[in-house]
Each structure stands twice: as C-alpha cells, then as structure tokens.
C-alpha cells in the first residue's frame, strides 16, 4: 500500500534580522525550515547575526526573491513601504521571474507569500497592499472612435484616411522590437497584513536533571510572541504546520485588521514605557527620584516593575519606535476617529527621537551594552542630555524664574 510523502516545508525569507527577526529565524530553523535572508545594504552587526545563525545568505533581492516560498517582512516601520517596493522590482526581474517559474515548474498557480509584519499604521498597511493588488478591477477603457465595430466591414488600408499621429512621429520602435515577445508576467505575490506581539521568541530554560526535569528531550519548547494576520485567504497561503510554528492568530480576511490589533497593543506597552521614562527622568532631575520609586513600590508596585522592566530595554530599540508611534498616532486618527490620539503619539514619538539622536542612549546595541542597563541609568542619561541642550539654548542660571518674576510684577501695575 503506497503512502503519500509530506509535501517539502515552504523556504522561508526574512528582512531583515534584527532581535526579533534573528529570534523568528532561529525558531523556523529550530523546526527544520529553510530560513534565507539578503545581505544587500545590511550592517556590521546584522551580517555578524546570520554568520552565527547559519541562515541562507543571497547578496541580492532578486536571488532572495527567486529562492523562497514566504518572504516576512520585519523591518523598522520606517522602511516598511521602501522595503515592499524592493520586493516588488525583485518580483519583476526576468532573472527571477526564469528562477522562480523554473523551480515552481509542477506548480503553475503557485504566489509569493508576502507578509508585513510590521508596525505601521493600518492606512500604510493598505497602502502597501495596493502594490501587489491585481488591477483587474479597473473600468474598461470605451473603444476609440477609430475602431470599427464588430458589425461594420474592415476598409482596406488605402480607404482609411491617414490621422497625423504625433506618436507615430516620435517613435523610434524597429519592426523587430515591435514583434518581440512579451515579457513574462511578474512572479504573482500574495500580500497579508501581520503583526508581532510580544517579545521574539527563545528557548524555554530547560530543567537540569537535579531538579528533576528531563534532560534528554532534543526539541525544547519555545516562549513565543503572538503573530497576528489578515487578510485573504490566509489558510491557503499559509499551511497550517507553519501557523502552529510561528504561533499565528489568523483574525478575518480584511487586510489592515492585523495591523490596527498591533498599534492598539504597541500603545499601552510602549506608550507606557514612553510615560515611564518621562516620569522618572523628570524625578531624577528635580532630586526626587528615590521617593517616587519608595512610594511606587508601596502604592503601585506593578507600575514600578514595569518601568523597571521597560526602561533599560529601550534605548536599542527607540529609533525603531520613532516612526511606529506616529503610526500608532495615524491608526487611532483614521480606524478611531481620535485626532487628540494622533496629537498624544507624536510626542512620544518626539520622546523616542529625543532618546535615539540627542543622548548617549542612542548608541546602545542590544550585543553590547554599557549606559541605560537599570531604569535610573536610563533617566540619569537622558538628565544629562537636557542639561546640555539647556546650556546650548542659554536657559542656565534662572532665565525661567526672572521671567517668571517679571511676569508677576507686570500683572501688579
């Protein structure tokens, strides 16, 4: 009795390899998938990542794009929409476009699974989408008056009266590039809508045999982010081992549903890691740091583990939270119809920026670590970058008070 073979496990691409990116690689591995990556325009660090990992590396997006079956895309919402375009041209590369029709010779139907896993805002998301949406949708075009129709008889070439044509003048087509073949259609891309949830994913600590646990498992189990997903046709696109693997919540088939779950998380977690550090910086410089961490711990202590948590996590991360937060800000103005939300979010995300580019924060990688490690060292350092920017805009030595005295005096007279 013959028994029927598991078909192959999908290749699986990633841009790029960042914590989390790395994290999703290794688990996909973990699991016996093909992972691959580009390393076109990558840095110092991110090269040393797929070095160790032992991911597949192609040097160019159309190499990457020829090779694998799901391409997740998980990049600083800044570069969601330049990264989508790159897929796109990759897509319509002959090079790729021989590769890939090549290697899915026993599968003519078969797409691209792109998947946006990014946090961007859910107008960005559609927006992206549009890129790969088939245009068969659009009106048709009304029959020039030149075209005769079906009914009346074809005149010969010598009755048709000869139109000046200012595009017959300029063309400079041979009759041989006007009987070349077609170029082949693009490699086909089935877009989703995704969003990660969650810290990336790692090895669950395994027992050592003294305390009882089993040691002899090869397989460990893994601490996994939620990956949320939308849009059309998810079931298909995506087999469902590889759902069960990344974790996946498949929520309906709307492309943007994904992406407005995410914003609406991102904001309580990193919108309070914003509130946090607004918080204890300020303490820190006005000397009355240690008394709101005492009365934090005696009134509220989930807010202080929080911020005990979140603060020295941040500072790799806040040029990536930059451009997320006014996303978040885009998602409350047009799926909630909440402008004041998208007012709230550009100051966090100025917070963010302010991290990043204007203290020594902004220098952190997540390898190496050496400012921001507690919550108190992330406000000391962002203190010292205010005061700096004080001394650089003259605003040292009482200029607030005088101001405020003269102010007072002015509404006595």
């Known amino acids: 009795m013959a028994t029927s073979s598991a078909p192959p496990k999908p290749v699986v691409g990633i841009l790029s390899l960042g914590e989390m990116g790395t994290g999703i690689a290794q688990l996909l591995m973990a699991n016996d998938y093909k992972v691959a990556t580009c390393t076109a325009g990558r840095s110092k660090y991110t090269l040393k990542r797929i070095q160790k990992s032992g ?3 192609y040097d160019t997006d159309v190499e990457l794009i020829a090779a694998v079956d799901i391409l997740l895309s998980i990049v600083p919402p800044r570069d969601a929409t330049a990264t989508a375009i790159r897929v796109l041209e990759a897509s319509r590369n002959q090079e790729a476009i021989k590769s890939w029709t090549d290697r899915k010779i026993d599968s003519p139907d078969a797409k691209l699974v792109f998947v946006d896993c990014n946090a961007v805002s859910t107008r960005t998301t559609r927006s992206i989408h549009a890129l790969f949406a088939p245009k068969e949708d659009q009106e048709p075009r009304s029959p020039s008056p030149a075209t005769p129709s079906p009914s009346e008889p074809l005149q010969s070439p010598s009755a048709v009266p000869r139109r000046f044509s200012l595009s017959r003048v300029l063309s400079f087509r041979s009759a041989a590039a006007e009987s070349a073949p077609a170029p082949p259609p693009p ?7 995704g969003g990660i949830i969650g810290p990336p994913p790692k090895p669950k600590p395994q027992p050592s045999s003294s305390e009882g646990g089993s040691s002899s498992s090869t397989i460990p189990e893994w601490i996994l982010p939620s990956l949320v997903i939308s849009g059309p046709h998810v079931h298909t696109h995506l087999p469902s081992p590889i759902r069960k693997t990344l974790n996946m919540t498949v929520l309906d088939h709307r492309i943007g549903t994904a992406s407005t779950l995410k914003s609406c998380f991102a904001s309580m977690t990193k919108g309070m890691s914003a509130l946090a550090t607004i918080s ?16 934090l711990e005696k009134y509220s202590p989930k807010l202080l583990e929080h911020a005990r948590g979140s ?10 939270w930059v451009e997320e937060m006014r996303q978040i800000g885009s998602t409350f103005a047009t799926e909630g119809g909440l402008e004041c939300g998208e007012d709230v979010f550009k100051g966090v995300a100025e917070l963010y920026r302010f991290v990043a580019e204007d203290t020594v924060l902004g220098d952190e990688r997540v390898e190496s670590r050496k400012r921001g ?3 108190e060292d992330v406000a000391g350092a962002i203190g010292e970058a205010v005061q700096k920017k004080r001394k650089g805009n003259g605003a040292e030595g009482g200029n607030g008070e005088e101001e405020l005295r003269l102010a007072w005096r002015g509404s006595w007279s």
């Open 55 to 57: 991911i597949t590396a």
């Open 311 to 320: 603060l020295p996590g941040m500072p790799p991360k806040a040029y990536r």
């Open 187 to 193: 490699i086909p891309v089935a877009f989703l809508d």
């Open 373 to 375: 490690r507690t919550a």
């Open 280 to 295: 204890f910086a300020t303490a820190q410089q006005a000397n009355v740091l240690p008394h709101l961490t005492s009365h």
